[in-house]
């Protein structure tokens, strides 16, 4: 079963609104990752927050972890028609953290 | 992309033809995988490799093979055994991690393979 559930499965919204997609998990973790996806092609690492830290920040991304929930939340602030993609949450399987499990995404259409 | 190529970038086959899909990084990475992404969906593990001569099967390997003769190759061998190949194959590489380490993956662009 995945690991990691994203929602909304589809977003869409206006530029210069803000953008949230959530990500769900069943296990423990030693960390979460984000990742990006343009259409047909490969994903893009965007930031790691660690199972010790709640909210990391990187330009106009902010993640928030809550290891209680086991839920995760990216946050794209002021979004661009370059933010359109589809953005995906990844678990580690195991405490090497190297073989990742990653869930079915969520499409963010950001509209000009 | 980073330093990680995957050739063809398309690619067509006909039913029961063996195909190769070729992934070369030059990140000096230990570990590769292969994944499968089906439309709309997310990325399911084919095989990985942590070392040279050394592979594991992931969630999804029935039908595949591989090989880990280099370090900077992982190629994918899709059989005429994968009942479903139509799909969108991805490579990544990431180091090995350490025991307090954290890593992520780099990909490589796709191949897009369609049996006809």
């Known amino acids: 079963s995945q690991q990691g559930e994203e929602d909304p499965q589809a977003l869409s919204i206006q530029e210069g609104e803000n953008a949230t997609m959530n990500c769900s998990y069943k296990t423990s973790i030693n960390n979460l990752q984000w990742y990006r996806q343009n259409s047909g092609r490969g994903l893009v690492h965007l930031i790691l927050i660690r199972s010790n830290e709640r909210e990391k920040h990187s330009g106009r991304l902010r993640v928030t972890l809550d290891t209680s929930k086991k839920s995760s939340s990216l946050l794209i602030t002021a979004s661009r028609a370059a933010d359109t993609a589809s953005y995906f949450c990844?678990?580690?399987?195991?405490?090497?953290?190297?073989?990742?499990?990653f869930g079915p995404g969520t499409r963010l259409s950001v509209l000009p | 992309d980073g330093g990680i190529t995957q050739s063809p970038k398309y690619l067509f086959r006909k039913e029961g033809q063996n195909v190769t899909l070729s992934c070369e990084q030059n990140?000096?990475?230990?570990?590769m995988y292969w994944y499968r992404q089906d439309p709309g969906q997310g990325l399911r593990l084919i095989y990985y490799?942590?070392?040279?001569?050394?592979?594991q099967k992931g969630d999804i390997a029935e039908g595949y093979s591989v090989s880990r003769e280099k370090k900077e190759s992982f190629p994918l061998t899709v059989t005429s055994a994968q009942k479903n190949p139509t799909a969108f194959y991805l490579c990544a590489s990431s180091i090995v991690p350490g025991a307090s380490s954290y890593n992520e993956q780099f990909f490589g662009p796709g191949t897009r393979l369609t049996v006809l």
């Open positions: 990140l000096n990475h230990d570990a």
């Open positions: 990844a678990t580690a399987r195991d405490n090497y953290g190297q073989n990742f499990v």
């Open positions: 490799s942590q070392i040279v001569n050394d592979f």
